[in-house]
């Protein structure tokens, strides 16, 4: 370790001058290695693994086994690496490594409709076809977005399925995504697979049909669509890492402890369509899927210290793990600690983008190697497949467990835009924020008691004591919030009439203006905020009174809520007996 930061100093204080004759011998070797291509994979051995936390800063690692390292880089990372003048040895790329025919484009192999065999990979135009025709054949569960657009212009696709696509409900929203990676393909062809599994088993499969009731799943089989096809849209033979700027996307977003630029590049187009993306989604829960080892990755990957959540993360992890030794062949999908691994306990990332949705969009994304093998022979996508669905399915799954429900206004019973934290527990951003649009919030947490404290701005702070979850299990928390001014009225409104008030529970109201719709609604809540009565008035014209009788309420003092259809009035009402 001593020997590399004396290097890596070396390098940042005193590279402007190094002897002519040096950089002559780096630049020679440079043009070697860079004559036909944009991206090196390599392997070098390291003295000690803390190593490791410098070298990332300057090239992207890929996998770590004890001291031996595989790693990519472009001309300037490959530079900054020569300068410390260890032994290396290039690797051919992961993109070239299978013949024509083992790679098999499917050229043959159209959208069809029904049950594809996945046993293939299209053509860019292919899968540009597959995405459009699912929706096309699907209209009422399955829609197309575009995410974004590459640097040379491809077409970044994903595709929400829901019962209700087109409408935003109170449920979870989950993301899968893959190849963000260009050469790591096997990932892509399974998300593929993934859909068309869905979509034809929707109605057919109580399983799937209950997931697509009750989730807005959305899936991006390809991120970096420039690397996969590198060679040229007809094949994915010649598939790179790194976009078409020579930039590796999983390094290229903000990050919790680095910042807004770690890899000291400008955020790609692909890089700013993904942050628009999760800007304009709540997700809940994603994975992102890569390949080069066999390991369910979870967070962090720029951090040391644990996630607020990692007991969780551990228990997802091994069934995820667990679930693909059932299917899999022995020996499969044991990476690390039996399939599992704490990010920065196998290799330290910064940029990654399983970290920035963690910390800044309250997702729990996790990163998934599928396959050592980044492109897999043809032969072989069906065998992975049926290694790895009953986990994808049980992954969805698991974005309904814990604890759930909706966030309300007491008064408007309105969606509320809420933090949901949970006490002596949420750090680092974990917590989880209900939808402005639904009030919807989901909470994916292990099995334990929790005190839960919701806020939001211009409403007094509710914290519910003991919510208790189960593996596995949902527990519903819908909570109202009563707003800051609860009770006041605006003066330039007049409030419904109640007389006579005090009353012994038979009063009359006299209504305001003409409402919109021919029927009203009102509501009497006690001093607690909770509402004890709930009744509709058929509203007819010329009719300004109605009698009301409600016997059961105790003495006290109530807030009657009317809703006209396009205005709520609120009054006091005083029940004396």
């Given at each position: 370790?001593k020997?590399?930061?004396t290097?890596?100093?070396?390098?940042?204080?005193f590279?402007?001058i190094?002897p002519?004759?040096?950089?002559?011998?780096?630049?020679?070797?440079?043009?070697s290695v860079?004559?036909?291509?944009?991206?090196?994979?390599?392997?070098?051995?390291i003295?000690?693994?803390?190593?490791?936390?410098?070298?990332?800063?300057?090239?992207?690692?890929?996998?770590?086994k004890?001291?031996?390292?595989?790693?990519y880089?472009?001309?300037?990372?490959?530079?900054?690496f020569l300068r410390?003048?260890m032994a290396y040895?290039?690797?051919?790329s992961?993109?070239?490594l299978?013949s024509?025919?083992?790679?098999?484009?499917?050229?043959?192999?159209?959208?069809?409709?029904?049950?594809?065999?996945?046993d293939?990979?299209?053509?860019?135009?292919?899968?540009v076809?597959?995405?459009?025709?699912?929706?096309?054949?699907?209209p009422?569960?399955?829609?197309?977005?575009?995410?974004?657009?590459s640097?040379?212009?491809?077409?970044?696709?994903a595709?929400k399925i829901?019962?209700?696509?087109?409408?935003?409900?109170?449920e979870?929203?989950?993301?899968?995504?893959?190849?963000?990676?260009?050469?790591?393909?096997?990932?892509y062809?399974?998300?593929?697979?993934?859909?068309?599994?869905?979509?034809?088993?929707?109605?057919?499969?109580?399983?799937?049909t209950?997931l697509?009731?009750?989730?807005?799943?959305?899936?991006n089989?390809?991120?970096?669509p420039?690397?996969?096809?590198?060679g040229?849209?007809n094949?994915?033979?010649g598939?790179?890492r790194?976009?078409?700027?020579?930039?590796?996307?999983?390094?290229?977003?903000?990050?919790?402890?680095?910042?807004?630029?770690?890899?000291?590049?400008?955020?790609?187009?692909?890089?700013?369509?993904w942050?628009?993306?999760?800007?304009?989604?709540?997700?809940?829960?994603?994975?992102n899927f890569h390949?080069g080892?066999?390991?369910?990755?979870?967070?962090?990957?720029?951090?040391?210290?644990?996630?607020?959540?990692?007991?969780?993360?551990?228990f997802?992890?091994?069934e995820w793990?667990?679930?693909?030794?059932?299917?899999?062949?022995?020996?499969?999908?044991?990476?690390?600690n039996?399939?599992?691994t704490?990010?920065y306990?196998?290799?330290?990332?910064?940029?990654?983008?399983?970290?920035?949705?963690?910390?800044?969009?309250?997702?729990?994304e996790?990163?998934?190697?599928?396959?050592y093998?980044k492109l897999?022979?043809?032969?072989?996508l069906?065998?992975?497949?049926?290694?790895?669905?009953?986990?994808?399915?049980?992954?969805?799954?698991?974005?309904?467990?814990?604890?759930?429900?909706?966030?309300?206004?007491t008064?408007t019973?309105?969606?509320v835009?809420?933090?949901?934290?949970?006490?002596?527990?949420?750090?680092?951003?974990?917590?989880?924020?209900?939808r402005?649009?639904?009030?919807?919030?989901?909470?994916p947490i292990y099995?334990?008691?929790y005190?839960?404290?919701?806020?939001?701005?211009?409403y007094?702070?509710k914290?519910?004591k003991?919510?208790?979850v189960?593996?596995r299990t949902?527990?519903?928390l819908?909570?109202?919030?009563?707003p800051?001014?609860y009770?006041?009225?605006d003066?330039?409104?007049?409030?419904?009439?109640?007389?006579?008030?005090?009353?012994?529970?038979?009063?009359?109201?006299?209504?305001?203006?003409n409402?919109?719709?021919?029927?009203c609604?009102f509501?009497i809540i006690?001093?607690?905020?909770?509402?004890?009565?709930?009744?509709?008035?058929?509203?007819?014209?010329?009719?300004?009174?109605?009698?009301?009788?409600?016997?059961?309420l105790?003495?006290?003092?109530?807030?009657?809520?009317f809703?006209?259809?396009?205005?709520?009035?609120?009054?006091?009402?005083?029940?004396?007996?």
């Amino acid at each position: 370790m001593k020997k590399l930061l004396t290097g890596i100093l070396a390098f940042l204080f005193f590279g402007l001058i190094t002897p002519v004759n040096s950089q002559n011998n780096t630049a020679s070797q440079l043009d070697s290695v860079f004559h036909d291509r944009s991206e090196v994979y390599f392997t070098f051995k390291i003295a000690d693994k803390d190593d490791i936390h410098s070298l990332t800063r300057l090239i992207s690692i890929d996998n770590v086994k004890g001291k031996t390292v595989h790693a990519y880089a472009n001309r300037k990372e490959f530079s900054d690496f020569l300068r410390f003048n260890m032994a290396y040895r290039i690797l051919p790329s992961p993109g070239t490594l299978l013949s024509e025919s083992e790679v098999n484009t499917g050229q043959q192999k159209g959208f069809r409709g029904d049950r594809t065999i996945w046993d293939f990979y299209p053509t860019y135009q292919q899968y540009v076809d597959y995405m459009v025709g699912f929706a096309s054949s699907f209209p009422a569960i399955c829609k197309l977005d575009t995410v974004g657009t590459s640097i040379q212009g491809r077409l970044i696709l994903a595709l929400k399925i829901s019962k209700n696509v087109n409408l935003e409900e109170a449920e979870p929203q989950f993301l899968y995504t893959s190849s963000i990676h260009g050469d790591e393909i096997t990932g892509y062809i399974m998300m593929l697979h993934l859909i068309d599994y869905l979509l034809t088993n929707y109605g057919i499969d109580p399983s799937v049909t209950q997931l697509l009731n009750t989730t807005e799943i959305c899936i991006n089989p390809l991120a970096n669509p420039d690397g996969t096809y590198h060679g040229g849209n007809n094949s994915v033979y010649g598939a790179v890492r790194y976009n078409a700027n020579g930039v590796d996307l999983n390094r290229n977003f903000p990050d919790p402890k680095v910042g807004q630029h770690p890899d000291s590049n400008p955020w790609q187009v692909e890089t700013i369509a993904w942050m628009s993306y999760a800007d304009n989604n709540h997700f809940t829960m994603s994975a992102n899927f890569h390949g080069g080892s066999e390991v369910f990755n979870y967070p962090w990957d720029t951090w040391s210290k644990l996630t607020a959540d990692d007991d969780w993360w551990q228990f997802v992890g091994h069934e995820w793990a667990d679930t693909v030794h059932i299917y899999g062949p022995a020996g499969y999908f044991t990476d690390e600690n039996n399939g599992i691994t704490d990010g920065y306990a196998w290799y330290e990332v910064n940029g990654g983008r399983q970290d920035y949705m963690n910390y800044w969009h309250n997702c729990r994304e996790v990163t998934v190697e599928l396959s050592y093998t980044k492109l897999l022979p043809v032969n072989q996508l069906l065998s992975y497949w049926n290694y790895n669905y009953p986990s994808f399915l049980n992954y969805i799954k698991e974005s309904h467990y814990g604890f759930s429900g909706t966030v309300t206004d007491t008064v408007t019973d309105q969606p509320v835009a809420a933090k949901v934290f949970i006490d002596g527990h949420d750090r680092d951003f974990s917590e989880v924020y209900s939808r402005s649009t639904t009030g919807f919030y989901a909470r994916p947490i292990y099995e334990g008691s929790y005190n839960v404290t919701f806020s939001a701005p211009g409403y007094f702070t509710k914290t519910i004591k003991n919510v208790s979850v189960s593996k596995r299990t949902t527990t519903n928390l819908d909570v109202q919030l009563r707003p800051l001014t609860y009770g006041a009225q605006d003066k330039s409104e007049r409030s419904v009439l109640v007389y006579p008030n005090p009353s012994d529970g038979h009063f009359r109201l006299i209504l305001p203006e003409n409402p919109i719709n021919p029927s009203c609604s009102f509501q009497i809540i006690n001093a607690l905020g909770e509402v004890v009565y709930n009744s509709e008035i058929a509203r007819f014209s010329g009719n300004s009174t109605v009698e009301v009788e409600v016997p059961g309420l105790v003495n006290g003092l109530y807030y009657l809520k009317f809703n006209s259809g396009y205005r709520i009035y609120i009054d006091k009402l005083i029940i004396k007996k």
